[in-house]
């Protein structure tokens, strides 16, 4: 274990339909952390793990986010930054922000205004994605991508993959709608069909492939990925330290916890029982099993 997921941001500019972080930053939002704390975190935590990713609610929002990647760098971390954009799309805090970290990964949800803009539910968000990617690529940091599958976008995902390559993407990751927040809300309105998304796979990665892009898939049981199950990020997923905000009304802290398997509500079935891939593979999200049980599953044989 040699990863931090640190959540150190509990605001956004965005309020995406499927957002698994809205009910942390309703309850969060106005408790924010601070940094004394966070750095005498990554501090203390230095000598056993090796990578950061910060991540929210939305990072580039913190005011003190230059001075944290500054001091994180010094510590000797690698830094990844979750981002949609907002705070780079700033020149001036992109140039105080880009020189200290490895890698920024940017949501992207549409290849058109209108279509990332409907999932974000911010006018302004897709004209600002644009404006970071165009500032950041001035600097040597490695550009990957993040897209939460659903119903509306769907039947867009080439365009998706054509506009990461404009931008020059090197690594994407289609996200499987998580039944989180109001991914969970709204799931059975947004929730792609399995037996859908693994019709589209062989094309999507065909067409990566062409554009020089690594793209992998997360919170789909590899029986739907098939031949192409060795995309699916179950087989890249590292254990993890999750460090984020906790508590109630009249308490607020800290909490650490250990990540050894890249479950976040997912089950395996009967089905799984006997699949070659049960060992490495996270199986299907309990709220897609309530709805459309695992008919669409196959234990897969080597």
């Not at 644009?130 to 690529?137: D, P």
């Not at 398997?261 to 996270?282: D, E």
Request: glycine share 6%; charged share 25%.
């Amino acid at each position: 274990m040699e990863h931090i997921d640190f959540h150190i941001s509990y605001r956004c500019v965005n309020k995406c339909i499927f957002c698994s972080s809205s009910d942390s930053i309703k309850k969060f939002k106005n408790h924010p952390l601070r940094y004394e704390q966070t750095i005498a975190i990554l501090k203390e935590k230095r000598r056993q793990f090796k990578s950061v990713n910060f991540t929210g609610g939305e990072p580039t929002l913190l005011s003190f986010l230059p001075s944290l990647v500054r001091e994180t760098k010094k510590l000797g971390y690698k830094i990844y930054i979750g981002t949609n954009g907002a705070g780079f799309a700033n020149r001036d805090f992109c140039r105080k922000v880009a020189p200290f970290i490895d890698e920024a990964c940017f949501s992207v949800h549409g290849p058109t205004p209108a279509l990332h803009n409907f999932h974000t539910k911010n006018k302004a968000s897709f004209a600002n994605l644009n404006k970071a990617l165009q500032n950041i690529s001035a600097f040597p940091v490695t550009l990957s991508s993040n897209t939460v599958i659903t119903k509306y976008n769907f039947p867009h995902l080439e365009k998706i993959i054509s506009f990461l390559a404009s931008k020059k993407i090197k690594q994407s990751l289609f996200s499987n709608l998580a039944p989180e927040g109001r991914g969970l809300a709204n799931y059975k309105k947004l929730a792609a069909r399995l037996s859908d998304i693994k019709k589209k796979v062989p094309g999507l990665v065909n067409l990566a492939n062409n554009d020089k892009i690594i793209l992998r898939f997360f919170g789909l049981p590899a029986c739907v990925l098939g031949d192409y199950a060795t995309h699916s990020n179950d087989f890249f997923w590292d254990a993890r330290l999750n460090i984020e905000q906790a508590g109630d009304d009249k308490r607020f802290f800290i909490k650490q916890e250990k990540a050894y398997f890249p479950s976040r509500g997912r089950i395996k079935t009967q089905k799984c029982r006997a699949c070659f891939y049960k060992n490495i593979c996270g199986g299907v999200f309990r709220a897609y099993y309530n709805i459309f049980q695992d008919q669409e599953l196959q234990s897969v044989k080597k």
